[in-house]
């Protein structure tokens, strides 16, 4: 396919009022979405405000609102999302305050992260000593296979920005804390079970969530969260129909 | 309203959509066979009369339905108008009751 | 609304799915008023039956019986989802045709009547 020599790109600048500057941007072969970022910082204009770290998929820090959907911009090649006429337009993610041009403030996500005791409790040894011994976790268990499916989260927020409940409600508790919570109901080793299902309960939590798997469609690492959020629901679902909880 | 009472609210929201599941399928058939050369109210009657399991099945469908849809409208309400909080809730399940017991007078009219 | 991150088969099925039912949750408590309050007797039943063979209102019944078949196919993937747990999408899709083939079905059947 001909590519355009050069991409029209429209960045968000400012914070949440402001509004689309143009830039353009030679094109070349394999460049990334951040690659044209990073272009038009070095080279155009030093002040634009991004994130970004590890280049290569791991961090999580670089995801943006690229024409329309959130990505992962190290990752995105231009000529996956690049409309026929080059036209690029690159907005922070959405669900989150702006702090300014492409970064968006991260800190409701992570909040709810807790909030939903995404932390690991270790059941032997609360005080967080070192465990006597180690836990066997077999492979194939199917507690182990659960955890496994979501484990790889790197915490990029694509699918909290993608999620329309997280728009409606501001208290709903967004797909990757879920899912990271789930990892944790099926962590043998862990000792805050009751809790964290106590904590993902409820409008806020997991019963909010419509399955439109709008989380599961954009996730970058290919996970699940709204597999993940139907585990939580079906534990719910017979731990309060049998009185467990 | 709490976590647990909403949590409740869902599982009443699953519990009344499987036995809607069915209970549409049956009504849906029903239609189906009913109107094949017109309906008449004295097919319908000679179907419903003193049967005590159409009656029990209308029952249960109208009060599964009433609730089912008073739950889903709450949802609408709290995500698009914002409307939440423990009187709304109370006021969708009366509204849900009323709509069963509204169902349920008709059963019973088919039944008697 | 940017319809771009909205355009998955999934969301497409969510949309159908809330749209259908609010809209039968909004009929239901005037099916079941007007139902009971025909079924006094056969007469009166009777001649609202008769009302009801107007064109226009045998076409509300069509997109009822179609809503009403639509959300039932869209249920029956959510308890899929949520109960069975179903994963992959494919299986979406095969919810989704056969949600489509019932409400073709259907449509057929009331218009050959
Ligand atoms: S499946 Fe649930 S969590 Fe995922 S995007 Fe949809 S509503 Fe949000
Ligand atoms: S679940 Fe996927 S999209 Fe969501 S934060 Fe983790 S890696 Fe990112
Ligand atoms: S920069 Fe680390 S994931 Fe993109």
């Excluded at chain 1, 791991?58 to 006429?85: E, L």
């Excluded at chain 1, 309960?201 to 909010?208: F, L, P, R, T």
């Excluded at chain 3, 007797?41 to 809503?67: C, S």
């Excluded at chain 3, 869209?74 to 095969?94: I, P």
Aim: with cysteine.
């Amino acid at each position: 396919m001909a590519e355009p020599a050069s991409l029209k790109v429209s960045v968000w600048r400012g914070g949440a009022d402001g509004a689309l500057a143009r830039f353009e941007v030679p094109a070349r072969e394999n460049q990334t979405v951040l690659d044209v970022v990073t272009h038009i910082q070095r080279e155009l204009d030093p002040s634009l405000a991004y994130r970004f770290a590890c280049r290569v998929g791991m961090c999580g820090s670089c995801a943006m609102t690229v024409n329309g959907r959130a990505r992962w911009t190290c990752r995105t090649h231009v000529r996956k999302v690049v409309g026929p006429d080059g036209a690029l337009e690159l907005r922070p993610l959405a669900n989150l305050p702006v702090i300014r041009d492409l970064a968006a403030d991260l800190t409701p996500f992570f909040e709810k992260w807790r909030r939903a005791r995404g932390r690991f409790e270790p059941r032997e040894a609360p005080d967080g000593a070192v465990p006597e011994d180690f836990a066997v976790v077999p492979p194939a268990s199917r507690a182990r296979r659960e955890a496994d499916a979501g484990i790889e989260c790197i915490g990029c927020g694509v699918c909290y920005a993608s999620c329309d409940v997280v728009a409606w409600n501001p208290d709903y508790l967004g797909p990757a804390a879920l899912n990271r919570a789930w990892t944790l109901v099926n962590d043998v080793r862990d000792g805050a079970r009751a809790e964290r299902l106590d904590a993902v309960a409820g409008d806020a939590g997991c019963h909010s969530c419509h399955s439109t798997q709008s989380c599961t469609e954009r996730c970058p690492k290919g996970l699940d969260p709204s597999s993940a959020i139907a585990g939580l629901k079906r534990t719910l679902f017979w731990d309060t129909l049998f009185g467990r909880r | 309203m709490s976590a647990r009472g909403q949590t409740h609210l869902w599982v009443v929201q699953r519990v009344t959509a499987m036995l809607l599941a069915i209970a549409v399928t049956v009504h849906l058939v029903t239609i189906v066979i009913a109107v094949r050369g017109g309906l008449t109210a004295a097919e319908i009657l000679a179907r419903t009369r003193g049967s005590e399991g159409w009656l029990a099945f209308y029952c249960v469908f109208a009060l599964a339905a009433g609730l089912h849809g008073a739950i889903g409208l709450r949802a609408i309400a709290a995500e698009t108008l914002g409307l939440r909080g423990r009187g709304a809730d109370l006021a969708w399940v009366a509204i849900g009751l009323l709509t069963a017991a509204f169902g349920i007078r008709a059963a019973i009219g088919l039944y008697a | 609304m940017d319809l771009r991150p909205r355009s998955h088969p999934t969301y497409l099925a969510f949309v159908v799915h809330r749209v259908s039912g609010l809209l039968l949750a909004l009929f239901l408590p005037l099916h079941f008023w007007v139902l009971g309050t025909a079924i006094t007797g056969e007469a009166r039943l009777e001649g609202f039956l008769r009302w009801a063979d107007n064109p226009l209102v045998k076409a509300a019944e069509t997109v009822l019986v179609v809503l009403l078949a639509a959300h039932l196919a869209g249920g029956l993937r959510v308890l899929a989802l949520e109960f069975l747990g179903w994963r992959s999408r494919q299986k979406d899709l095969v919810a989704a045709s056969a949600g489509i083939a019932l409400l073709a079905g259907l449509a057929f059947l009331l218009n050959v009547v």
